[in-house]
């Protein structure tokens, strides 16, 4: 009897690398946020930016991983070119921007976002830091999240950056929250 595949949310964490796997969401230039829906089985498009605003890169989830927020953990992901949802790849990670959302029910909760570099980029080849990162760009990306929540009725607050280890860190309790909600 044939084997079938997991659904993408619980795919392997981490490559055979030691790189983690990304399963892309939306990809950058998209004015439309889809998120994978275990339920479905498939790609849930959630919303419509405004008009002029799109996604400033591919932005995704970390398989078999559980945040605060009770998702798999967010990441940025930095490559070359759009991808295209449901897009498996693997990614260095560069560091985390770890953040609160408020909810339209005035509770705070962590919904921090991860940065990565896709493996196989060759523009982004160079990042392997934060600090690598053009001057200004992460300030930017801040400033599309702070938009995006509060097109959704949310408030979003950086709380600080973190480095490749804060953001690996980040991941293995994401790992270990999954395997708890699923095990």
């Not at 983690?20 to 889809?34: A, D, F, L």
């Not at 992901?77 to 560091?95: M, N, T």
């Not at 300030?139 to 009725?153: I, S, T």
Request: aromatic share 8%; hydrophobic share 40%; proline share 7%.
């Amino acid at each position: 009897m044939p084997q079938t595949a997991p659904p993408l949310s619980r795919l392997p964490t981490f490559s055979d690398d030691c790189h983690v796997h990304v399963v892309v969401e939306t990809p950058k230039g998209s004015p439309n946020k889809y998120a994978f829906s275990d339920a479905l089985g498939a790609f849930q498009f959630k919303m419509v930016l405004p008009e002029g605003t799109s996604f400033p890169y591919d932005f995704g989830m970390i398989p078999s991983t559980k945040g605060a927020d009770g998702d798999p953990l967010d990441v940025l992901l930095l490559l070359d070119a759009p991808a295209f949802p449901g897009c498996v790849l693997e990614a260095r990670l560069v560091g985390v921007i770890e953040a609160e959302q408020r909810e339209r029910d005035g509770t705070w909760e962590r919904n921090d976002r991860l940065v990565g570099v896709a493996v196989k980029a060759r523009t982004h080849a160079h990042i392997h830091a934060l600090d690598d990162l053009r001057p200004g760009m992460l300030d930017e990306v801040e400033a599309f999240f702070g938009h995006y929540n509060q097109l959704a009725g949310k408030d979003f607050k950086v709380l600080r950056r973190g480095d490749a280890e804060a953001a690996l860190a980040l991941v293995r309790h994401g790992t270990e929250a999954f395997g708890r909600a699923c095990g």
